[in-house]
């Protein structure tokens, strides 16, 4: 049977890590000095409230500074950017995180690249999306990144393995075939068109899915002995009961996989502990403390040759 990855475990130690910074920093600086992070939900689609909601309150929890914006759905594009302009030159705000997806009227490229780069604590500003590219320092997207480090942890390291990654979106799928080619992966990226996924599945010892189809991966693609991150979240009817369930088949996977992530429990927590600890970095940068991979987890940050 396969290890079951902890992601809730993990991300609560990420978590008392930044809560621990975060209370230095008020020893250093004064009581008034905390991180601070602005979130702006557009709209009323009830995932992202809950989404927002709970990035608040872990917020909130780590001792940091949270400020959440609520906006119609009507709001015109300029009007959310001149909110931004405001949030970045807020000093009391290091961080800004949009929550995606924005009505279709709203061009989200253009919110994305309106936030400051060293406040864009969801590593999608363009700036960040290159500096990830060319192997420089960047703030790293939260769900990319908090599955680069429970891989990191299972294995030590990732070099040589062979890595597939299905879903290439700007979010999740791009930047964590990234990371992973940062972390000396030979690296598959499939996709809607990609053909015979199976015959890619059986080649990977990592597999991390993001898709949004429940059941997508049955354990019988996978070869013997890969660790799976499932990123996919996908809300299905089961028994009378919503639940949440994610991309990959779990009960056959776990009779294949060495180790493997569950949903709920496995990436979602860790998205939100990477947001706090992204966020922690911003404070720091912007403040030229150092670091937290200086002091406690070492991250990506350069690809080699
Ligand atoms: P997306 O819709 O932007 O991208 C989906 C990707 O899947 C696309 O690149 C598409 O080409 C690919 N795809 C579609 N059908 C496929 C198939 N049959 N075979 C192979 N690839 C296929 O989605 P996203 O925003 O990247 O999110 C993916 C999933 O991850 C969703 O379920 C989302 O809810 C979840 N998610 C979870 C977290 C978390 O914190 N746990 C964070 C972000 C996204």
Redesign the pocket.
């Known amino acids: 049977m396969a290890a079951i990855i902890d992601g809730k475990e993990f991300a609560q130690r990420i978590h008392d890590f930044v809560r621990a910074q975060v209370w230095q920093i008020q020893q250093d600086a004064g009581q008034g000095s905390v991180p601070g992070l602005a979130t702006i939900l557009v709209g009323e689609d009830p995932?992202s409230e809950v989404y927002v909601r709970n990035k608040g309150r872990k917020t909130r929890e780590a001792g940091m500074a949270s400020f959440q914006h609520r906006l119609p759905a009507t709001i015109g594009e300029d009007e959310l950017l001149s909110l931004i302009t405001e949030l970045n030159h807020d000093a009391n705000i290091h961080g800004i995180l949009v929550q995606?997806p924005l009505p279709a009227h709203i061009n989200s490229d253009n919110v994305i690249n309106a936030i400051a780069p060293e406040k864009d604590v969801d590593g999608f500003h363009t700036r960040n999306v290159g500096l990830l590219g060319s192997g420089q320092k960047a703030m790293l997207p939260?769900?990319p990144l908090?599955c680069t480090l429970m891989l990191r942890e299972h294995f030590g390291t990732l070099k040589g393995k062979n890595a597939l990654v299905?879903?290439?979106?700007?979010?999740?799928?791009k930047p964590m075939a990234q990371l992973l080619l940062a972390d000396d992966c030979t690296v598959t990226i499939?996709?809607?068109?990609?053909e015979n996924?199976i015959d890619h599945c059986r080649q990977a010892d990592i597999v991390v899915?993001?898709?949004?189809?429940p059941g997508?991966i049955p354990g019988h693609w996978l070869k013997p002995g890969a660790v799976v991150i499932d990123?996919?979240?996908?809300r299905i009817i089961q028994d009378g009961k919503t639940i949440l369930v994610?991309?990959v088949d779990f009960a056959s996977a776990t009779t294949i996989a060495s180790a493997i992530t569950p949903?709920p429990g496995?990436?979602?927590p860790?998205?939100?502990a990477c947001l706090l600890y992204n966020t922690l970095t911003a404070y720091c940068r912007i403040h030229q403390r150092p670091e937290p991979e200086e002091t406690g987890f070492t991250l990506a940050q350069g690809i080699g040759q």
């Open positions: 995932a995606l939260c769900t908090g299905i879903g290439r979106s700007n979010i999740v799928g499939a996709h809607r068109y990609t996924l899915v993001a898709v949004g189809k997508l990123v996919g979240i996908n994610g991309d949903v496995g990436v979602g860790m998205t939100i």
